[in-house]
């Protein structure tokens, strides 16, 4: 795989060159264009070697991001039939292609990422119709009434999914969207959000154990309500009429959990919504007051 992968980029930077690089041999039959195995395998050292020493720091560089992924996934998976498990490996699978090519393309940018759990989605008609073949009894016929536990079990593994990636991609900021609720909060308060730093064990060497020295921003956003946990069925309904797709409303109110994402991502250095406020406008607020 790796060998195949090699070649491929290979022939990408080719692309560029001369025509005689490109190209190869101008012969009829094609002639010798065989690599030869010593330089194929250095060739394939020099693309995979990292360009720049700085690009695996352990330490998030905000003043170098340069894009956000926001990322929501999983939930045609579940649809389509297929079960819990496979669907998180593939979610696991995608993430971590995603950071992967990130990495090699964008080396001298650290990556932020938005990861939400699933939305719930309430379309039962559509989890009883694909029985046969997908059927809680199979024997039976007897089908599953609801996406709920499916999905419940998909998000209950997001939290060791996404804590996976944190460790393999170090310099990262990933924060998890979640639908959970924190405090017994209703999701649309500060009181949500739940900051985690995850130790590089640098304190145990003398360091402070401060931002500067984690090796990456554990981040989860407990937004409840602002991500369609509701047990109003109406209320629920006014926000996802077909019970699967968010209407203007439903993007609206989803948007206030993703203004919060952003706004750990970025440090504060940005405020997005009005829970929350900067450092900056914190200090500007205690000096007026002295002013006072």
């Given at each position: 795989k790796d060998e195949h992968e090699g070649r491929n980029l290979q022939l990408e930077l080719n692309e560029g060159g001369d025509e005689e690089g490109a190209g190869g041999s101008d012969d009829e039959d094609g002639g010798d264009n065989e690599i030869d195995d010593d330089e194929e395998e250095e060739g394939m050292e020099a693309i995979a070697?990292?360009?720049?020493?700085?690009?695996?720091?352990?330490?998030?560089r905000l003043h170098d991001l340069e894009r956000i992924y926001i990322v929501l996934m999983g939930t045609n998976n579940i649809g389509g039939g297929m079960?819990?498990?496979?669907?998180?490996?593939?979610?696991?699978?995608?993430?971590?292609?995603?950071l992967e090519l990130h990495r090699r393309h964008f080396v001298?940018?650290?990556?932020?990422?938005?990861?939400?759990e699933l939305l719930p989605r309430h379309d039962d008609f559509r989890a009883r119709r694909m029985c046969p073949p997908r059927c809680k009894n199979v024997t039976s016929l007897e089908p599953y009434e609801s996406f709920v536990?499916?999905?419940?079990?998909?998000?209950?593994?997001?939290?060791?999914v996404v804590g996976g990636w944190r460790r393999d991609f170090p310099g990262s900021r990933i924060v998890l969207l979640s639908s959970h609720k924190r405090g017994g909060g209703d999701g649309d308060g500060?009181?949500?959000t739940e900051f985690k730093k995850v130790s590089t064990g640098r304190e145990e060497e003398g360091g402070s154990g401060d931002d500067d020295n984690m090796g990456g921003y554990q981040s989860t956003i407990r937004c409840g309500r602002e991500m369609f946990v509701?047990?109003?069925?109406?209320?629920?309904?006014?926000?996802?009429?077909?019970?699967?797709?968010?209407n203007l409303q439903g993007y609206e109110l989803w948007s206030?959990?993703?203004r919060r994402g952003l706004e750990a991502i970025m440090d504060g250095a940005i405020q997005l919504s009005s829970t929350q406020k900067t450092k900056k406008a914190i200090d500007e607020d205690e000096e007026e007051e002295k002013e006072e």
């Open positions: 070697a990292p360009k720049d020493e700085g690009a695996s720091s352990s330490k998030f079960l819990p498990a496979p669907t998180l490996e593939g979610m696991d699978a995608a993430g971590r292609s995603l001298d940018a650290p990556a932020a990422m938005l990861f939400s536990p499916a999905i419940e079990k998909v998000n209950g593994g997001l939290e060791e500060a009181s949500d509701m047990d109003d069925m109406d209320e629920f309904d006014s926000y996802m009429p077909d019970r699967l797709h968010p206030r959990c993703l």
